[in-house]
């Protein structure tokens, strides 16, 4: 668990982008004992939301967009995952 | 090393929008976090990054142009550890994004079974372990206690320290970890602990071991003498003619472990007088031994 404090220095923000960041739910930390709790992933999210923002030029508005159609890719590449999975455990054996 | 100019494909000549503009337009296609399929897009996106680092900076741009440097000299470590895309492969968290599939989960057939299942899956992940050290007292360690951890991101922990835990010993505190991003149980609390010295006692597996120092004349006629253990003073007796480095055995004075209550072992150290004692000097002056005792004689 990374703590606020750490975290704003890891992910190179103030605390003001951060707060706009979660009231967007770019980020989504845990809360525990009414503090917020970030992750590794939250980690490489903020480092991704920075690199999509600073280098390609992805505006306030389409990084909503971005990152939801990111995170349904990834559900369905899980799906997908795990369908293949299933049927290669179903497929019977060559004798 | 591949020529940055190359990489990012402009000339030599490009200007800093142009750099800037490639470079955007790299990225936007390289970025591992774009291509969660393409294992060989975060070496391309490094490659590509680097470049940029290279020829975006004035100084660094016209040191290599010179010749000064060489490619590989502006090459910087990479811009994350791990990706987004390491951590989203992974189901379970809150950024999951499960109605692209929705319509698909709807069905009865195989497929759909599969989606359900591991919907379900992610919405039971327990939350994660969390971990912590707690320093404690000594006498604590092996009287057992309950203690207060002050958590870092704000509130508290009770951890009760049953008797005779070890240094480096783990607590498992159930349920006290992070809440589960979904509706699962949460994680665990796990407690590293850490035993602080004591002034004067050391711990070796049950057994505690004490140096009690003792005067001459106790040493010399035998007394009994305070001794401290871990629940408080007893008193213990001190034989006749006891030397430094003799051991005296305090049963069940040790610590109480699952296997075994330990002992204590006080190992008696004999200490002249700091002060000046004019009749212990006068009388050792006249005094002539009986014996031949001579301590050096094995040397």
């Known amino acids: 668990m990374i703590t606020e404090r750490e975290f704003l220095e890891r992910a190179r923000l103030d605390s003001r982008t951060l707060s706009v960041w979660i009231e967007e739910e770019w980020l989504i930390p845990a809360r525990a004992a009414d503090e917020l709790a970030f992750t590794d992933m939250d980690l490489a999210r ?18 909503g967009i971005v990152l939801h159609l990111l995170d349904q890719m990834h559900a369905l590449r899980r799906a997908l995952a795990a369908a293949l999975e299933s049927a290669h455990d179903r497929r019977p054996s060559p004798d | ?44 996106f490094k490659e590509v990054a680097g470049a940029n680092d290279l020829l975006s900076d004035q100084e ?11 490619a590989s000299g502006a090459e910087r470590a990479p811009p994350n550890a791990r990706y987004y895309r390491d951590y ?35 919405r039971r992940r327990p939350g994660a372990d969390l971990h912590y050290e707690l ?53 665990d609390a796990l407690v590293q602990i850490v035993v602080k010295p004591h002034r004067y006692f050391t711990r070796e597996g049950a057994d505690i071991l004490l140096d009690l120092p003792i005067s001459v004349k106790e040493a010399a006629l035998g007394a009994e003498v305070r001794t401290p253990t871990t629940t408080g003073s007893v008193m213990l007796k001190i034989p006749k003619r006891s030397n430094t480095g003799d051991m005296l055995r305090l049963r069940g004075k040790g610590v109480k472990t699952r296997g075994r209550t330990g002992d204590e072992l006080v190992k008696l150290k004999v200490m002249m007088p700091t002060e000046v004692e004019p009749e212990l000097d006068a009388f050792l002056a006249d005094w002539k031994p009986a014996g031949t005792y001579d301590p050096r004689k094995e040397m």
């Open chain 2, 88 to 122: 989203a492969a992974e189901g379970g968290h809150p950024y999951e994004g499960q109605s692209a599939y929705g319509d698909f989960a709807q069905g009865d057939d195989l497929f759909a079974e599969l989606l359900r299942r591991s919907a379900e899956q992610a």
């Open chain 2, 135 to 187: 320093p404690i007292d000594f006498l604590d360690a092996v009287n057992g206690a309950t203690n207060t951890i002050t958590l870092p991101q704000g509130g508290t922990l009770d951890v009760t320290i049953p008797a005779g835990v070890e240094d480096g010993q783990t607590l498992r505190l159930r349920g006290k970890g992070a809440p589960s991003p979904g509706e699962g149980q949460p994680g």
């Open chain 2, 1 to 44: 090393m591949k020529d940055p100019y190359e990489i990012l494909g402009i000339a030599k000549t490009a200007s800093a929008e142009e750099i800037r503009t490639a470079y955007r337009k790299l990225a936007k296609k390289l970025h591992p976090d774009l291509n969660p399929g393409d294992k060989q897009a975060e070496e391309r």
């Open chain 1, 46 to 63: 903020a480092n991704l939301i920075r690199d999509l923002k600073d280098n390609m030029g992805v505006n306030h508005e389409g990084l």
């Open chain 2, 60 to 70: 660094k741009r016209r040191r290599f142009d010179a010749g000064e440097i060489d």
